[in-house]
């Protein structure tokens, strides 16, 4: 069974910080890897999607990569602003067991101002 | 409409009723998926749907749980004689298709109270 994990679980930072979130999966069998964001009591907004056969991914001032045979995903937050505030979520989707997401429990960042 | 929409976006409801939460996916989307998620963990995935079929139900918890897709677009997750645990916030998915590079969008969910 796939197992994602992310650490932190959480983090704040002062505006303008650069931080990076960690995502491991045990599974390297993987079809893709998908970062999402979730506002309280919203629903998640996909941010990036790296397929199996990618590094990375790149949108604005996130960048995401992805080490398949290590089982690990980075996102990359440059500039951080208080906006970015939010958890996100990592979720991969395995090669070889249907179309299900499997999502870790996400990070919550926080940047003060 | 613009994105994946859910109806309705908070439902309280008394242990033992039965329940009914819609989904609206993206015009075109042919693929059509359910998560649960509980307070402070990650969603975990329930059904898909592939066109009107479940291809994949294998994460509905217990048979009290059932969805529909009857003409290839709306959904309805389905819950009967509702325990207190099925309290959570229930998401639904839609993508393109399901080739690998197909990314899911997700609607604003439907937050579920059982009393």
């Known amino acids: 069974k796939q197992e994602v994990t992310q650490i932190p679980a959480a983090l704040s930072v002062p505006e303008g910080e650069n931080l990076v979130l960690n995502c491991s999966f045990t599974?390297?069998?993987?079809?893709?890897l998908q970062w999402f964001r979730q506002d309280p009591g919203k629903g998640l907004t996909s941010l990036l999607l790296?397929?199996?056969?990618?590094r990375e991914q790149t949108s604005g001032r996130l960048n995401a990569s992805l080490d398949k045979s290590s089982g690990r995903s980075t996102l990359y937050i440059a500039a951080s602003q208080p906006g970015d505030s939010a958890t996100y979520l990592c979720?991969?989707?395995?090669?070889?067991?249907?179309?299900?997401?499997?999502f870790g429990k996400g990070t919550s960042l926080l940047v003060t101002p | 409409g613009a994105g994946v929409s859910q109806t309705p976006s908070n439902k309280v409801t008394e242990k033992g009723k039965y329940v009914e939460l819609r989904c609206d996916p993206i015009?075109?989307?042919?693929?059509l998926y359910w998560y649960r998620q509980s307070l402070g963990q990650g969603p975990e995935f329930l059904i898909y749907?592939?066109?009107?079929?479940?291809?994949?139900d294998s994460g509905l918890p217990n048979d009290r749980f059932f969805a529909v897709r009857p003409e290839g677009s709306v959904s309805t997750l389905k819950i009967q004689r509702t325990e207190r645990g099925d309290s959570a916030v229930y998401l639904c998915?839609?993508?393109?298709?399901?080739?690998?590079?197909?990314?899911?969008?997700f609607g604003p969910g439907t937050r579920l109270t059982v009393l």
């Open positions: 998915a839609s993508s393109f298709a399901t080739g690998g590079y197909n990314e899911q969008f």
């Open positions: 599974d390297s069998a993987i079809y893709n």
């Open positions: 790296i397929q199996s056969s990618q």
């Open positions: 979720a991969v989707r395995n090669s070889n067991s249907g179309y299900a997401l499997n």
């Open positions: 015009s075109g989307h042919t693929a």
């Open positions: 749907f592939q066109g009107t079929g479940a291809a994949d």
